[in-house]
Each structure stands twice: as C-alpha cells, then as structure tokens.
C-alpha cells in the first residue's frame, strides 16, 4: 500500500528556518516524482515545485523559486521542504503527493495528510 | 487569480447530475490531453477522481467522469450523493512553464 507520511504540525517565529518531511513507503521512492503543494487558509492549492530522488532533479514554480528548498533522502525514502527565514505569509498546509511527471503522465495519485505551519510571532 | 478559472461554487439535489468546469487556453487544457481533477472534504488531503481528462483511477466512483472542448474541462458527476459535498479542483500542464502544473481556483460542490 502506497503511503506518505508526513511530519507533525510545526509552530515557528518569523525569520526561524523550518525543515518538514514527507516519508515514502509501499513503492519504489527513486522511481517517482514528489511533488509539494501549498494550500493557504482557506484558499486554493499551489504548485510548489518537485524532486525527483533517483538523481535529485529537482523544479521550482517560479512563484516558490528562492523562498523554499525541496530535497530528498533516499537512503530513508523521504522528500524534505525547507524554509532559511519564514514568514507570516508561509502559514499554511502544505501537502506531498506522488506525482507522475513526464512520459505522457502529469497527475498526482498519493497524496501524504499534510503538515500544517504556523508562523507567528 | 488562478490560472485555470473555475466556478467558486455550484449546488445540486441528491440524486441529480451537476458539471464542474475548467476553462485555459491553447497553452494548456486546450493543448495537451493532461487534465486532472480532486476532491477535497474539509480538513483532508485532495484525492484524485480523474487523470488525463477521461481516466478514472481504480476505486472512484463510476458517477465521476470527465470530458473536454477546446480550452475548457469538465467534471460531471452523476446522481448526488451526500459524500460528493466537497471541494473540487482541476489541474493541467502548461506548455509555457515545463516547471509546473496549473491549478484551478476550486470549486465548492454543495448538495442539497
């Protein structure tokens, strides 16, 4: 059974740097692309960007370009999002999804229950 | 503003058929057969219903279909159901960013 398990709610000041996790587990990590999709209070769903872990080719929306960093650990089959300075407008849920990328297929099918951020002074 | 537009809200009586839309450009669901759609209840994660424009994965509901004209995909989901109340949205690559996916806006399906 295909799972993503992501790590718990975090509660953090403006400008402290945040690393949440999502771990992959019921099918081969290195073969798919993660994606991460912030979804703001109330709002809408947003493309953040995706890493691919067999070789790390890793794409940014340019709207999250500069602001975060996606990477991967594939010895523990695990996809991080990190933040060096957060702000109040990174509140949100922010969501991991198994994302076919490429080869006639662009979609996600697994999606982890998401790890919400609150950023507050 | 989203980049693919959708209705924010549409509402239809238990046992009838409602159609969600999702309107781009040639660029995007008007140029390539990769429109997806999810579901989202309140306080969960989205779930794929339908992926390029017409599949449906194993498990959705055959009430749940998909179709698309020109620029603009559509969602149509026959005999309301209670659990169908929820939030959809659509989503399509773009031949303009090859870094992305677009998403719709969302659209909230009421029951009555």
């Known amino acids: 059974e295909v799972q993503l398990e992501q790590s718990g709610a975090e509660v953090k000041r403006p400008g402290e740097s945040l690393k949440i996790s999502c771990k992959s587990s019921g099918y081969t990590f290195t073969n798919y692309w993660i994606a991460w999709v912030r979804q703001m209070p109330g709002k809408g769903l947003e493309y953040m960007g995706i890493i691919y872990p067999g070789d790390s080719d890793t794409r940014y929306s340019p709207s999250f370009q500069g602001q975060v960093t996606i990477s991967a650990d594939k010895s523990i089959s695990t996809a991080y999002l990190q933040w060096s300075s957060l702000k109040a407008s990174d509140t949100a849920m922010y969501y991991c999804a198994r994302h076919f990328w490429g080869r006639g297929e662009y979609y996600f099918d697994y999606w982890g229950r998401g790890t919400l951020v609150t950023v507050s002074s | 503003q989203s980049a693919l537009t959708q209705p924010a809200s549409v509402s239809g009586s238990r046992g009838q058929s409602i159609t969600i839309s999702c309107t781009g450009t040639?660029?995007?669901?008007?140029?390539?057969?990769?429109v997806s759609w999810y579901q989202q209840h309140p306080g969960k994660a989205p779930k794929l219903m339908i992926y390029q424009v017409t599949n449906r994965p194993s498990g959705v509901s055959n009430r749940f279909s998909g179709s698309k004209s020109g620029s603009t995909a559509s969602l149509t989901i026959s005999g309301l159901q209670a659990e169908d109340e929820a939030d959809y949205y659509c989503?399509?690559?773009?031949?303009?960013?090859?870094?992305?996916?677009?998403f719709g806006g969302g659209t909230k399906l009421t029951v009555l």
């Open positions: 040639t660029s995007d669901i008007g140029g390539y057969n990769y």
């Open positions: 989503s399509s690559y773009t031949g303009i960013n090859s870094n992305i996916l677009l």
